[in-house]
């Protein structure tokens, strides 16, 4: 019987990660990171199980080169670190759990050997010794938590040296007892400056040296951090943005630099991008860019918020549009400034409500 692969990418300080920060924005964080590595599956690899905060690939009757394996490790790496980098540039969250993410580290567990399967509610699912091994060996000596792990079995297989080095690998040897057996393997720390991180967009920030064309302000009785993270999680945004029919977001991203969301009012969509603000001068900012809402060609929204005591915090809202042609300005000057001042309004005082 051919010898199967096993491969299993798990990412470190889970536990603590979950257990010490904002629960939801944590979950959003560790599944954010799964899909990446799911999409950096170069290999055709089966995804059977996603566990927690790991993933179970395996690949039946069949074992990818010395040279295609390096190079799968070496994409997921590459991609979870690109991820890590965009989620730290691009927050603008203050929770613990968005400001924590760039301390989470990857490991990586690869094991070979004859793979058996059993079917559970109709589902075809890896089973037997060699499943067992691959899960023992994420317990092992390493003294790191960012590494990739190979046992010997399939470092035999794939006939990698177990002194092998390159500019991203420096293999050393190492084995561990599990359940009254030893199990040799070779593994490598990871240094993530060796990674060519993927390069990403910018998220737009906004330099505007000029008055807004309009201003609001209101008190509410909570903390900005709780004010921010009702203002950016577009779940609660249909309970208080006036006229908002539905909201259409990733329901599985923490909202940051670049995300983008639709509002459906009256019917029509109006598409949003969160933008930031040059040389801001608020505890928090939140902002948003849209080119939707007629006569505007374009408008950008801005949420600043500071604290005035423990329970109590105050809210500018600042809006900037721009409208080229003199007919465009001229509506806006007669009829869409107090149609946008009385929604901010109405907005506001459900904001308050809901707070």
Known sequence: MSKSLLFIPDISGFTNFVQTTEVEHSQHVIAELLEVLI???TQELTLAEVEG???FFYKEGSIPSQEKLLAQIETMYTAFYSHLKLLETHRICPCQACSSASNLELKIVAHAGELQFINVQNNKKPFGEIVIQAHRLLKNSVKSDNYVLLSEDLANEIMIPTNYKSSLYTFSEDENTYDNRTIKYIYSEIDTANLKLK??????????????????????????????????????????????????????????????????????QLDFTVVSKANADAQFVYGELTTSPPPVDKMYQ????????????????????????????????LVAKKLFKKNINTSLDKLYQLV
């Open 199 to 268: 390069s990403f967009k910018d998220g737009e920030v906004i330099e505007l040296n000029r008055i807004p064309n309009l201003i609001v302000e209101r008190t509410y009785p909570s903390s900005p951090e709780e004010l921010i993270e009702i203002l950016t999680n577009y779940r609660y945004r249909h309970l208080w943005a006036e006229g908002a029919q539905e909201i259409i977001y990733n329901e599985n991203e923490v909202t940051r630099l670049g995300s983008e969301h639709m509002c459906v009012v009256g019917g029509k």
């Open 39 to 41: 999409a950096a599956n």
């Open 302 to 333: 801005f949420f600043n918020i500071d604290r005035i005591s423990e329970t109590e915090s105050r809210v500018r809202v600042e809006l900037f549009w721009e409208a080229k042609s003199i007919f465009k300005k001229l509506l806006i000057q």
């Open 53 to 55: 905060d790991a993933l």
